[in-house]
């Protein structure tokens, strides 16, 4: 057992401050993973606000990177002479921590469609009395937010949710993997399937939607930013976007037309929704990307969406397959392509969460990455 800190939710409202923790060694099948990097997401905001429907007494985060410090029973270690990113796992291993850890067996994990898991490892939240590994001091269990619970000093998780990579990936970009990077980049390349020479919009300027911004241009795809922040717009024009648009903006949106192959949505607003079928070309692609409050609904002009030919996707985190996709996006990240890094905005202590949540709520910046080793 070692003594660790992490930040528990206790319920929509309730302070969010780092509290004493204890945590088991890991049981069979597991991983002790020490935390090196954990993003801020839009998701924790949703959880903290109570958009969403959480069970208190979870540790938050589910965006980290970490460190392996020990293996559980029955974990196949990886041969020393074969690298990171080839499977298994090995003491010491850069892992991205994936916020699904999927079973491989049911019927969407055999369909390759592993995003759709009904069955996964570990359960959702680890609540479950057979998988609490974290308890507080009083010897109260405490659960881990999506199997992950990154904002804490350490985590036992289960092993399919711990992914290792190019230890060369900075930290803090391992950590923007597990799930903004991810879910943007994977919406191009794996749910929308971007290629060369198509035209991309992407609305939404925020962690995730400038990823999958980083990824159209990879793709060798032009791409348009869409966002009513003009630092926001600055910044996509910075990272490559051949035009940024405020979506207030009238007569700029009349004069773009419906030139577009591919439209994302990255914000998760019924508005952008309906404005990205507005904006996409006769048989092109709308993504929704974004996630929603529970139970918002948008409307959609069914005569042209038919006529039009249009296809409505949703992108559950960008259609990843985790031991296959999050080596990959980490390579890119080290030869250059994908420069996820300049989407971070700052490094904070473990205890600054709730600054960092006021300032997403502001609609300031892109990413936030806490510490939790200081
Ligand atoms: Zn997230
Ligand atoms: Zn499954």
Same mark, same amino acid.
């Given at each position: 057992?070692?003594?660790?800190?992490?930040?528990? !939710?206790?319920?929509?409202?309730?302070?969010?401050?780092?509290?004493?923790?204890?945590?088991?060694?890991?049981?069979?099948?597991? $991983?002790?993973?020490?935390? $090196?990097?954990?993003?801020?997401?839009?998701?924790? /905001?949703?959880? @903290?606000?109570?958009?969403?429907?959480?069970?208190?007494?979870?540790?938050?985060?589910?965006?980290?990177?970490?460190?392996?410090?020990?293996?559980?029973?029955?974990?196949?270690?990886?041969?020393?002479?074969?690298?990171?990113?080839?499977?298994?796992?090995?003491?010491?291993?850069? @892992?991205?921590?994936?916020?699904? &850890?999927?079973?491989?067996?049911?019927?969407?994990?055999?369909?390759?469609?592993?995003?759709?898991?009904?069955?996964?490892?570990?359960?959702?939240?680890?609540?479950?009395?057979?998988?609490?590994?974290?308890?507080?001091?009083?010897?109260?269990?405490?659960?881990?937010?999506?199997?992950?619970?990154?904002? *804490?000093?350490?985590?036992?998780?289960?092993?399919?949710?711990?992914? *290792?990579?190019?230890?060369?990936?900075?930290?803090?970009?391992?950590? /923007?993997?597990?799930? *903004?990077?991810?879910?943007?980049?994977?919406? $191009?390349?794996?749910?929308?399937?971007?290629?060369?020479?198509?035209? $991309?919009?992407?609305?939404?300027?925020?962690?995730?939607?400038?990823?999958?911004?980083? *990824?159209?241009?990879?793709?060798?795809?032009?791409?348009?930013?869409?966002?009513?922040?003009?630092?926001?717009?600055?910044?996509?024009?910075?990272?490559?976007?051949?035009?940024?648009?405020?979506?207030?903006?009238?007569?700029?949106?009349?004069?773009?037309?419906?030139? !577009?192959?591919?439209?994302?949505?990255?914000?998760?607003?019924?508005?952008?929704?309906?404005?990205?079928?507005?904006?996409?070309?006769?048989?092109?692609?709308?993504?929704?990307?974004?996630?929603?409050?529970?139970?918002?609904? &948008?409307?959609?002009?069914?005569?042209? !969406?038919?006529?039009?030919?249009?296809?409505?996707?949703?992108?559950?985190?960008?259609?990843?397959?985790?031991?296959?996709?999050?080596?990959?996006?980490?390579?890119?990240?080290?030869?250059?392509?994908?420069?996820?890094?300049?989407?971070?905005?700052?490094?904070?202590?473990?205890?600054?969460?709730?600054?960092?949540?006021?300032?997403?709520?502001?609609?300031?910046?892109?990413?936030?990455?806490?510490?939790?080793?200081?």
């Amino acid at each position: 057992m070692t003594d660790e800190q992490g930040i528990v !939710f206790r319920g929509p409202g309730a302070p969010l401050v780092p509290e004493p923790l204890r945590l088991d060694p890991p049981g069979p099948g597991e $991983v002790r993973v020490r935390i $090196v990097a954990s993003g801020v997401c839009r998701s924790d /905001l949703h959880v @903290v606000d109570g958009d969403w429907e959480r069970p208190a007494g979870v540790v938050l985060g589910h965006e980290g990177a970490g460190i392996v410090e020990a293996l559980g029973p029955g974990v196949p270690e990886r041969p020393a002479d074969r690298p990171a990113g080839s499977g298994g796992l090995r003491t010491g291993d850069l @892992v991205v921590l994936a916020w699904t &850890a999927p079973c491989a067996t049911c019927p969407a994990c055999r369909r390759l469609e592993p995003w759709l898991c009904a069955t996964p490892r570990g359960g959702t939240h680890r609540t479950e009395p057979e998988l609490v590994r974290l308890r507080r001091p009083d010897g109260s269990p405490v659960g881990v937010y999506s199997g992950v619970g990154t904002h *804490a000093t350490a985590q036992v998780v289960d092993a399919a949710a711990a992914i *290792a990579v190019d230890p060369r990936t900075p930290h803090d970009v391992a950590a /923007l993997i597990g799930c *903004a990077a991810t879910t943007g980049v994977g919406a $191009v390349r794996w749910t929308a399937g971007v290629r060369a020479g198509e035209r $991309v919009a992407i609305l939404g300027m925020g962690g995730v939607g400038l990823s999958a911004l980083l *990824a159209a241009i990879a793709a060798g795809a032009e791409v348009t930013a869409v966002d009513p922040v003009p630092e926001k717009r600055a910044r996509a024009r910075a990272l490559g976007a051949v035009d940024a648009v405020d979506p207030g903006d009238d007569a700029h949106l009349a004069r773009l037309g419906r030139p !577009f192959d591919h439209v994302l949505e990255c914000i998760g607003l019924a508005s952008a929704v309906e404005g990205a079928l507005r904006l996409v070309r006769p048989g092109g692609t709308v993504t929704v990307v974004g996630m929603p409050p529970q139970g918002v609904t &948008a409307a959609v002009e069914l005569y042209s !969406f038919v006529v039009d030919g249009i296809r409505l996707l949703g992108s559950n985190y960008g259609s990843l397959v985790p031991e296959r996709d999050l080596p990959e996006i980490a390579a890119d990240v080290v030869t250059g392509r994908l420069p996820l890094g300049r989407l971070i905005d700052a490094h904070l202590p473990l205890a600054a969460l709730p600054d960092a949540l006021a300032a997403m709520r502001r609609g300031e910046g892109a990413r936030r990455i806490l510490l939790p080793g200081g």
